[in-house]
């Protein structure tokens, strides 16, 4: 079964994806065009991911608005990967290539975190500490102000609006942080043949959050 999540920053996304791969016993694909940051762990996985050829069995994860990422695919010379294919400048626009991206896969996920703030401090504090996917104490000294608060705003509600745009085009709901880590879902996530009650325990259980 091929699974895609499509999700903003700092939603829980890192988690879901491995807890998925887990319960389907397969790979998984961590943001596979983001060269900028990722944990180096992940370098294998990503390294045998082809978009013209996907695997039978992997849960991939990318995050929207991050139409840098793709042009850095298609214009950086040094890319390891084989680009041949990738149909992202033809048109010039992110959501047509998420919608037809997405046709590649069996189940597609959308998500996002309602606490807009939640996100734009865990997203400035993993920027400040180069921590993007392991547990953390906050520290006040990261705390976004200013130009910067607003910029990092700004670019969390373009995120928002763009997948509020895809989830009409696909007719797929978005799923958000606050539910997937409460436990409401513990009954059924997203209709997958897996053992919820192990993914919740394992991956989603609010004990695991990244912020302590």
Request: with cysteine; charged share 30%.
């Amino acid at each position: 079964m091929r699974v895609l999540i499509i999700s903003n920053g700092r939603t829980g996304s890192s988690n879901l994806m491995k807890g998925l791969a887990d319960e389907l016993k397969c790979h998984f694909v961590p943001e596979p065009w983001n060269f900028v940051q990722f944990n180096a762990d992940y370098e294998e996985h990503r390294r045998n991911f082809r978009y013209q050829e996907l695997d039978e069995n992997v849960v991939v994860k990318c995050i929207i608005n991050t139409q840098q990422y793709l042009g850095f695919y298609l214009w950086w010379t040094s890319c390891p990967y084989d680009v041949k294919g990738l149909d992202w400048l033809d048109n010039n626009s992110e959501l047509v290539f998420w919608s037809r991206f997405a046709k590649k896969f069996d189940r597609v996920i959308l998500l996002d975190r309602k606490d807009m703030m939640a996100k734009v401090k865990s997203a400035a504090h993993a920027q400040a500490t180069d921590n993007w996917d392991n547990p953390y104490v906050a520290q006040p000294k990261f705390e976004p102000k200013g130009q910067y608060l607003k910029e990092l705003i700004l670019k969390e509600e373009a995120g928002v609006k763009l997948l509020e745009i895809l989830s009409e085009y696909l007719n797929i709901e978005i799923t958000y942080y606050e539910d997937l880590y409460n436990g409401k879902m513990k009954d059924n996530y997203f209709d997958l043949p897996i053992d919820n009650e192990k993914l919740f325990k394992n991956y989603l259980d609010p004990k695991l959050r990244y912020r302590q």
